[in-house]
């Protein structure tokens, strides 16, 4: 068993590693249990530190079991709007200490009404207590300024309704790679995603954010889908009235043949 390292960056480094190649390489995808957003588009997602990936998913589920397993309760809370976790970056206003994203052991929800300063902000107990419940520390309990969107897998010692941590040391991550950018397309599903449909979506987030083609992820959208499909009928429809039934016939006949 380990425990979360407290926050300075002398420990979180010996924890987490140096921010850059050293994190990256070990960061996983956490596939979320509901479907989250990120600026309104749907993600398949969460890239996360391997030390950290369990309790995140953990508090995931315990959020997505609190609430019925109901997208549109989620919804409702602001609960699937994800606002971001790694991101390679210093702590706002200094030059030196690496901000908690950059180790991939932070995440925000919900940014637009739980911004910096918003106090406790419109986050609901029952997320917060799942958060709680594997260590994590929110940051609507900051002394000062507040961050109510912010959770961050650090040493929460002396914060209010934290449970002691219990983490296993190589947690077991829902996902076929870690080799995939943070950001991008999914199918929308409500539903707990069954093992075909992560397998689908873990596809489909390759073309979309991996090896270079990321135009191809448009392709995972239904709407881009059904433009395709839509030309697709509307070019054979003009195909038969610029050739004529009987050569398109003809034709198809030349091609079975």
């Not at 997505?64 to 997208?71: A, I, K, L, N, V």
């Not at 919900?110 to 917060?128: D, F, S």
């Not at 943070?182 to 873990?202: F, G, N, Q």
């Amino acid at each position: 068993m380990t425990k979360w390292p407290r926050d300075n960056q002398a420990d979180l480094l010996a924890f987490y590693g140096t921010p850059g190649r050293d994190v990256e390489r070990q960061l996983v995808d956490v596939v979320p249990p509901f479907q989250m957003y990120y600026d309104g588009k749907p993600i398949s997602r969460i890239r996360f530190h391997r030390k950290a990936a369990g309790a995140l998913r953990a508090a995931l589920d315990e959020i997505w079991e609190h609430y019925g397993r109901d997208q549109r309760r989620i919804d409702a809370l602001g609960i699937s709007k994800y606002a971001g976790a790694y991101n390679p970056r210093k702590v706002r206003g200094s030059a030196t200490r690496w901000s908690n994203h950059a180790y991939g052991a932070a995440i925000d929800l919900n940014a637009e009404q739980n911004g910096l300063g918003a106090g406790r902000g419109t986050m609901p107990q029952p997320v917060i207590n799942a958060f709680k419940r594997q260590g994590a520390r929110w940051g609507g309990d900051y002394r000062g300024r507040t961050d109510p969107m912010h959770f961050e897998f650090c040493d929460a010692s002396g914060y209010p309704g934290v449970t002691p941590v219990k983490l296993f040391d190589a947690p077991e991550i829902d996902a076929d790679s870690d080799a995939h950018i943070e950001h991008s397309a999914a199918i929308d599903v409500s539903p707990k995603p069954t093992w075909l449909r992560r397998k689908w979506k873990a596809v489909t987030g390759w073309f979309s954010g991996g090896a270079g083609l990321g135009f191809f992820g448009y392709l995972t959208d239904w709407r881009v889908i059904a433009v395709l499909l839509g030309a697709m009928v509307l070019v054979a429809v003009l195909f038969v009235l610029f050739m004529g039934p009987s050569n398109v016939r003809a034709w198809i006949k030349r091609q079975v043949n």
